[in-house]
């Protein structure tokens, strides 16, 4: 069974290097931490979304942001779209689960958020509607992916899909650019030297 975890770690290891080499996915990073960083200095907001895991890691990343990162500092505007039980049940119950996100974008986004949607497939439905809202309301729409960007792949205007189709490996590295993503926001926001 060792080798069975090693397998696991190595499987890891050797996709983190394949995005660690691959410089457009890197740039594409890099860029959607600077459009961000805009939307905070003009007051917008960075909205989260996704389904199960990618619901939990949406959840995670948001707080990373509207709590703090590495340092006390104020409160950036961040939440996951998926926190209200209450609501995702009921227009999941009333309308389609396909729904429960473009609702709420179509009530909440502004021109000039951001929504960062999670998809390992990039077809999850709920979240392409809430692109295809988002977009329609001047949203910059991110989508984090696995290898073919899916659906998603034509309604993002920034697409970080990882190089593998293994599930549980998409989704670490999710987490790893997503936690690189508020660090950089953080420090950029909020220097230490200012």
């Not at 290891?13 to 939307?39: C, G, H, R, S, W």
């Not at 659906?151 to 920034?158: F, L, P, Q, R």
Request: aromatic share 8%.
């Amino acid at each position: 069974m060792i080798s069975f975890i090693q397998s696991k770690i190595q499987a890891s290891l050797q996709l983190k290097q394949a995005v660690l080499a691959d410089t457009l996915l890197l740039e594409t990073l890099n860029t959607v931490v600077e459009k961000i960083v805009m939307a905070y200095q003009h007051q917008k907001k960075v909205l989260w979304c996704g389904n199960g895991g990618s619901a939990a890691d949406s959840q995670h990343l948001a707080a990373e942001l509207s709590g703090r990162f590495y340092y006390d500092r104020p409160p950036l505007s961040s939440e996951a779209l998926h926190v209200n039980t209450s609501y995702i049940t009921a227009v999941a119950n009333d309308y389609s689960y396909d729904v429960i996100y473009s609702r709420l974008i179509q009530a909440m986004g502004q021109a000039g958020d951001v929504l960062i949607g999670l998809s390992t497939s990039g077809n999850s439905g709920n979240v392409v509607k809430a692109f295809e809202a988002a977009r329609e309301k001047g949203i910059i729409t991110v989508g984090f992916t696995g290898q073919t960007g899916g659906k998603m792949k034509t309604v993002s205007d920034y697409l970080i899909n990882i190089p593998s189709t293994d599930t549980p490996r998409i989704q670490e590295v999710h987490m790893l650019l997503g936690h690189t993503l508020c660090e950089m926001v953080e420090m950029a926001c909020f220097p230490k030297n200012a």
